[in-house]
């Protein structure tokens, strides 16, 4: 089954998982214990994060450590910059028509 990259992202704790997985390779069990939620549960949202490659998982001996895939994230970002530069934009000229209404309501 694929998933979309943006629902696994919306929810707020695979958005945490991300960002701690992002300075450092961590277990299951380490993830787990940032979270009031029960390790099945980290484990559903990490196996979500790996089936969109938001994360990679490596074997090392008996363990898995879960690593950040900064190349999908790069791609996911790719996909969103030419919308942040629109609304960049508009914004910028939102704020340059209120300077205009200010300065001519002096």
Same mark, same amino acid.
């Given at each position: 089954m694929r998933r979309d990259v943006f629902q696994a992202i919306a929810d707020p704790t695979r958005r945490a998982i991300? %960002? %701690?997985v992002a300075t450092q390779a961590m277990t299951p069990n380490a993830l787990a214990e940032h979270f009031d939620s029960s390790r099945q549960a980290i484990s559903k949202h990490l196996r979500i994060l790996t089936e969109c490659e938001l994360? *990679?998982?490596e074997q090392?001996?008996?363990k898995i450590h879960y690593h950040f895939?900064? *190349?999908?994230?790069?791609?996911v970002a790719d996909f969103i910059e030419p919308f942040r530069q629109m609304w960049d934009t508009r914004f910028n000229q939102l704020d340059n028509l209120l300077s205009t209404i200010k300065t001519t309501k002096k």
């Amino acid at each position: 089954m694929r998933r979309d990259v943006f629902q696994a992202i919306a929810d707020p704790t695979r958005r945490a998982i991300i %960002l %701690l997985v992002a300075t450092q390779a961590m277990t299951p069990n380490a993830l787990a214990e940032h979270f009031d939620s029960s390790r099945q549960a980290i484990s559903k949202h990490l196996r979500i994060l790996t089936e969109c490659e938001l994360v *990679k998982q490596e074997q090392s001996g008996r363990k898995i450590h879960y690593h950040f895939n900064a *190349k999908k994230m790069k791609e996911v970002a790719d996909f969103i910059e030419p919308f942040r530069q629109m609304w960049d934009t508009r914004f910028n000229q939102l704020d340059n028509l209120l300077s205009t209404i200010k300065t001519t309501k002096k």
